[in-house]
């Protein structure tokens, strides 16, 4: 892997590990007894970049790729599978829907 792309790499898991025991942990067994979708995370998330993660800067995503994606998935999921999962449904299917616009 090249130096840059590891580098960024690095910084987005550091980032989203951070998000998530600041932002999520503290939260997780709430949300699950409660059945509480936290929309107030996603907006957050959206604010750190990670939801527009495939979108490109052009059209006011983060101009990532699929290894950033990948890593911010995984970094989410560690503390809670059902944000990672929902951060990677919003992000795969906006990027599937408009791909044909952005290409």
């Known amino acids: 892997m ?19 025991q600041k932002q999520i942990k503290p939260n997780v067994r709430t949300w699950d ?3 509480e979708f936290p929309a107030e995370v996603f907006r957050q998330l ?3 970049g990670v939801m527009g993660m495939l979108v490109p800067e ?7 790729g699929y290894r950033e994606y ?3 998935i995984a970094e989410l999921s560690k503390v809670d ?10 992000n795969s299917l906006l990027h599937q829907s408009h ?3 952005w290409e």
Not at 58 to 64: M, N, P, Q, S
Not at 81 to 90: R, V
């Open 99 to 101: 791909s044909d616009v």
């Open 70 to 72: 990948v890593t911010a």
């Open 81 to 90: 599978g059902s944000i990672g999962l929902s951060m990677a449904a919003h």
């Open 2 to 20: 090249l130096p840059d792309v590891t580098e960024n790499i690095e910084m987005i898991a550091r980032s989203v590990r951070d998000f998530s």
């Open 33 to 35: 007894e409660t059945q």
């Open 58 to 64: 052009d059209f006011g995503g983060a101009g990532l």
């Open 46 to 48: 959206g604010a750190l």
